[in-house]
T-cell receptor
Framework: DGGITQSPKYLFRKEGQNVTLSCEQN?????MYWYRQDPGQGLRLIYY???????QKGDIAEGYSVSREKKESFPLTVTSAQKNPTAFYLC????????????????FGPGTRLTVT | DAKTTQPNSMESNEEEPVHLPCNHS???????IHWYRQLPSQGPEYVIH???SNVNNRMASLAIAEDRKSSTLILHRATLRDAAVYYC????????????FGEGTQLTVNP
């Protein structure tokens, strides 16, 4: 079955530690995204990548880093510089590629709930 | 970027139609109108999108005003599984598939 997988579903870390969230897709999509969601709020874009080996900052990139070495994988690292890392993290992908390509629907993974204490 | 305005919450009864409104008075000619919905503790799910004409798919219908300053998502017969937060989002063709989510409308469906 094609889709997006995120692991783990729940993640607990101590303050001051970096943590990497996994996102894999087998939909052959060019574009991938990372969002953060806080309780009762909408999603906010952290980083996005429209093609392999390229990515751009979203609206709240501070304290996060990403890489896009393979088309199917887009891991997100939450660094110790992120002041409020506890949140629900969602990964998505879409067919849309570089700018100028028509908007395509995004497919979302099940999310990772990160708790930092 | 153009913004959307949605009611915070709406209620409906099971098996009745639901009309979810969205205002986007500053929409530009190249903005697509997208609707997603999110069930509790899950990732959002694409519902429908359109540019100028009304659109229908197996999940819903999208009615777009002639001046494009508002749109309405129509669920023809609400079920309990339709209870979710519904997001109305504008995206520019030139920004690829980048989406900016607002806070959406929490739809409650009563049995």
């Amino acid at each position: 079955d094609g889709g997006i997988t995120q692991s783990p579903k729940y993640l607990f870390r101590k303050e001051g530690q970096n943590v990497t969230l996994s996102c894999e897709q087998n939909l052959n999509h060019d574009a991938m995204y990372w969002y953060r969601q806080d309780p009762g709020q909408g999603l906010r874009l952290i980083y996005y990548s429209q093609i392999v080996n390229d990515f751009q900052k979203g609206d709240i990139a501070e304290g996060y880093s990403v890489s896009r070495e393979k088309k199917e994988s887009f891991p997100l690292t939450v660094t110790s510089a992120q002041k409020n890392p506890t949140a629900f993290y969602l990964c998505a992908s879409s067919r849309g590629g570089p700018s100028g390509v028509r908007s395509y629907e995004q497919y979302f993974g099940p999310g990772t709930r990160l708790t930092v204490t | 970027d153009a913004k959307t305005t949605q009611p915070n919450s709406m209620e409906s009864n099971e098996e009745e139609p639901v009309h979810l409104p969205c205002n986007h008075s500053t929409i530009s000619g190249t903005d697509y109108i997208h609707w997603y919905r999110q069930l509790p503790s899950q990732g959002p799910e694409y519902v429908i999108h359109g540019l100028t004409s009304n659109v229908n798919n197996r999940m819903a219908s999208l009615a777009i005003a002639e001046d494009r300053k508002s749109s309405t998502l129509i669920l023809h017969r609400a079920t309990l599984r339709d209870a979710a937060v519904y997001y109305c989002i504008l995206s520019k063709e030139t920004s690829g598939s980048r989406l900016t989510f607002g806070e959406g409308t929490q739809l409650t469906v009563n049995p």
